[in-house]
């Protein structure tokens, strides 16, 4: 007996490789796969700008890194002794404005040098409903903890969605004919907009994502939503707040994700390099110093005989923490 409906994922004619630089740019699932390439130490750029949630927000960091804008004092606000931009995350915020500038541009300028190699860029839309700044009208991609009473909401419709990203998917192809552009909508529930809001929300997306990838530029789609709504179907793939998926929700999604991009000699070598970059994670309780010696001893093999197979990996970084395990 079948207990699960399973998604049957078409696996993608053109594959990511070591020599493939990839962007994700979207909600905190963007990030969540992302790390999994950080993990494996392949190429990759994560949210320039911070966690972004929707379809305009996204446009807004990718304008920001391709038009190659420098942002100035006046593009900032000061709230309550805390320098912002309303296009950033709250990371990149500060008492100082100078610090602010300074991240954001050389940021913004690292992600502009990024995107010119780039072969992929995925897309995860979270949320269809925007929030706009009372005094200025512009929609945020972050409201930083200012009163809701500074800012009106409203949900974007389908065809706004649509006549935004094909302007955006043109100007893409025409910059880089090369990067391959792919959708998902994150499974995370925004339940601040209610169960019912959340889907409207989701409806959106995935119509205006439809029409889209009927796009001459030929863009693609991934089921990361399919696969944990529809998949797995169960509250223990959930983290604690039951909204974000857990750790092995995320791992499942990866391996459906590795499937579908990635060939079986590349996917060999992520799990390779990703066991030597987590075996860095290891935390060595109460081990004898010849426990110690034998374990770092193991990885810089590891190591020496990746980096004697794979020319174009740099795991220095690894090897330096491994050399000096031995020598503490």
């Known amino acids: 007996m079948e207990l699960r409906t399973t998604l049957s994922i078409t696996p993608s004619e053109v594959k990511i490789t070591y020599n493939d630089p990839a962007i ?6 963007a990030t969540s796969i992302g790390k999994k390439f950080e993990t494996g130490r392949m190429p990759v750029l994560i949210n320039p700008s911070g966690t ?26 000061n709230f309550k002794g805390t320098w912002l931009s309303f296009n950033h995350y709250t990371d990149f915020s500060s008492e100082d404005p100078d610090e602010v500038l300074d991240r954001i541009n050389k ?33 945020v991609s ?8 500074e800012f009106t909401n409203e949900l974007l419709s389908v065809r706004a969605v649509v006549s935004l ?39 959106v997306l995935f119509l205006a994502i439809e029409e889209l990838l009927g796009h001459p530029s030929k863009p693609g789609y991934f089921p990361a939503f399919e696969l944990l709504m529809d998949d797995l179907r169960d509250y223990r793939f959930y983290d604690d707040d039951m909204l974000h998926p857990s750790p092995a929700a995320i791992d499942y999604i990866w391996d459906a994700f590795s499937g579908c991009y990635f060939d079986a000699k590349n996917k060999k070598l992520w799990m390779e390099i990703s066991a030597i970059t987590k075996a860095m994670l290891h935390k060595i309780q109460s081990a004898s110093r010849v426990e110690i010696s034998k374990f770092a001893k193991s990885m ?27 020598k503490s």
């Open 165 to 203: 990203w094909k302007n955006q998917l043109e100007r893409l192809s025409s910059l880089f004919p090369d990067l391959k552009v792919v959708f998902t909508v994150s499974p995370v529930r925004h339940w601040k907009d209610g169960a019912h809001g959340n889907l409207i929300s989701k409806s």
């Open 107 to 139: 940021r913004s300028e690292e992600a502009g040098k990024f995107i010119e190699n780039a072969r992929f860029l995925f897309i995860t839309f979270g949320t269809a409903r925007v929030y706009r700044w009372k005094h200025s009208g512009k929609i």
């Open 300 to 326: 810089l093999a590891k190591i020496e005989a990746l980096e004697s197979r794979e020319k174009a990996i740099n795991l220095e970084k690894e090897k330096a923490y491994f050399i000096n395990l031995l």
């Open 24 to 29: 994700f740019i979207g909600s905190c699932f």
């Open 52 to 77: 972004v949630y929707n379809p305009v927000s996204v446009c807004n960091t990718l304008d920001t890194i391709t038009s190659g804008r420098t942002y100035k004092v006046s593009d900032l606000y």
């Open 142 to 149: 972050n409201c930083h903890k200012i009163p809701e009473s």
